[in-house]
């Protein structure tokens, strides 16, 4: 079974700049979550979609947004860069059964210049 | 709030030497309990979990046991090997929200020969 496949890989963008950062499920998993990773921060999570709606949301502000199609990829934008947005973002699935864990992706990472 | 404590890094161990990692966490209710490693370069890989108090995770040789009365969930090898060098990080997934991980600020482990 493929794993989580997140692209691109890399991304350099410019402060002021959008992005759009692509995740797909392991195929039958339906509950797809993003989380940052920063030296400074750590891991944080971002957002959860399940069925196309968010389902849990963190701390994060408005610039940062998501959304789920119905085959359960996921995609999340994050509009205005600021420098403090440079970042691994990680995707992760899960099949929404019981206390089944989460399964990562490899990541984007992205630069802000 | 719900938060995760672990041991600050590095740790340098030799090879074949006994690693613990120390994980105490902050929740209400009754959270799952996960132990995460990551690879350079590479996002993150589940290494075991434990859901209830008592139980014990155990999986490549590693073992944390869910300790409710202490609020802790310590990792463990008896015999540590070159390629478990890696960060490693403690997580909680607050009840009923299986897509949230909250993640301590993880350990960086170095096994020299």
């Known amino acids: 079974k493929a794993g989580v496949t997140q692209t691109p890989r890399y991304l350099i963008k410019t402060r002021g700049q959008q992005v759009t950062l692509s995740c797909s499920p392991i195929?039958?998993?339906?509950?797809v979550s993003w989380y940052q990773q920063t030296p400074g921060q750590g891991l944080q999570f971002l957002f959860e979609?399940?069925?196309?709606?968010?389902?849990n949301k963190g701390n994060f502000p408005g610039r940062f947004s998501g959304r789920q199609f119905s085959n359960s990829r996921s995609e999340m934008n994050v509009s205005t860069l600021e420098l403090g947005d440079s970042a691994l973002y990680l995707c992760?699935?899960?099949?929404?059964?019981?206390?089944?864990?989460?399964?990562f992706g490899n990541g984007t990472r992205l630069t802000v210049t | 709030g719900n938060s995760v404590t672990q041991m600050e890094g590095p740790v340098t161990l030799s090879e074949e030497a006994f690693l613990t990692i120390n994980c105490t966490y902050t929740a209400t209710g009754y959270p799952s309990l996960f132990w995460y490693v990551q690879y350079p370069g590479e996002g993150l890989q589940l290494l075991l979990k434990a859901t209830k108090a008592d139980d014990k995770g155990s999986n490549k040789g590693f073992e944390a046991t869910y300790r409710k009365e202490t609020t802790s969930f310590h990792l463990e090898k008896g015999s540590v090997q070159v390629s478990d060098s890696a960060v490693y990080f403690c997580a909680l997934t607050p009840y009923n929200q299986g897509g949230k991980l909250i993640f301590g600020q993880g350990t960086e482990l170095s096994v020299k020969p």
């Open positions: 195929s039958g998993h339906r509950s």
């Open positions: 979609y399940f069925s196309e709606t968010q389902r």
């Open positions: 992760a699935s899960r099949p929404l059964e019981g206390n089944s864990p989460l399964h």
